[in-house]
């Protein structure tokens, strides 16, 4: 399992423990889960942390656990996601993330993806990774620029959210090596 590390946080498989802060903190928190079609139940956070630590046996990479180095406390996840739902652009390779409240606008979030872009290029050596949220999610828009990438203009209807959802319509970023090779 590959454990990730940048100078405030450590990317990694996850806990048992880390089941209940994530429901407490982040999925059961409206402003967290603002831009999704609604918060997750014990039981739906219990099985999405199971999910995303299956996928990370499986490939070796994922949304891994993220935590703060300084408090060893766990923030929410962070990392690269292939979609299991179909939409326009897939397959891909998806960076994301989902941070705790209490953590966000300390460049957390930024931090922890580019570590995850520099794996998804340098180790995976994939071509191109992509990001995409809710039109009207503006933070997490800042985030992808802030990563280096680019809006593609190609914005989407996400085939999990209900059409009359202010939230059906998304956008897409993109980054392609080269690109995140001439950042550096």
């Known amino acids: 399992m590959q454990i990730l590390s940048t100078e405030r946080l450590i990317l990694r ?9 994530f429901f407490e903190q982040i999925n059961s928190d409206s402003d967290v889960m603002e831009y999704f079609p609604s918060t997750l139940s014990r039981e739906e956070n219990d099985a999405l942390a199971t999910e995303l630590q299956r996928r990370i046996d499986v490939n070796g990479w994922g949304l891994w ?32 993330w989902r941070l705790s409240k209490a953590f966000w606008g300390k460049g957390y979030a930024t931090e922890a993806a580019k570590k995850a872009l520099e794996f998804a290029f340098a180790e995976l050596e994939l071509d191109e990774v992509v990001s995409f949220t809710a039109a009207l999610n503006l933070r997490s828009q800042a985030v992808m620029t802030r990563l280096g990438l680019r809006d593609t203009g190609e914005n989407f209807n996400h085939p999990a959210v209900p059409s009359e959802s ?14 995140w090779a001439e950042s550096l």
Not at 13 to 21: G, T
Not at 170 to 175: A, D, G, N, P
């Open 65 to 96: 656990a993220v935590e703060e180095r300084a408090s060893g406390q766990f923030i929410g996840f962070v990392g690269l996601n292939s979609p299991l739902v179909e939409l326009p652009f897939t397959p891909c390779v998806e960076v994301g």
């Open 13 to 21: 498989s996850w806990r048992e423990a880390d089941s209940l802060p």
């Open 166 to 179: 202010p939230l059906y319509e998304h956008v897409l970023f993109k980054i392609t090596r080269d690109e």
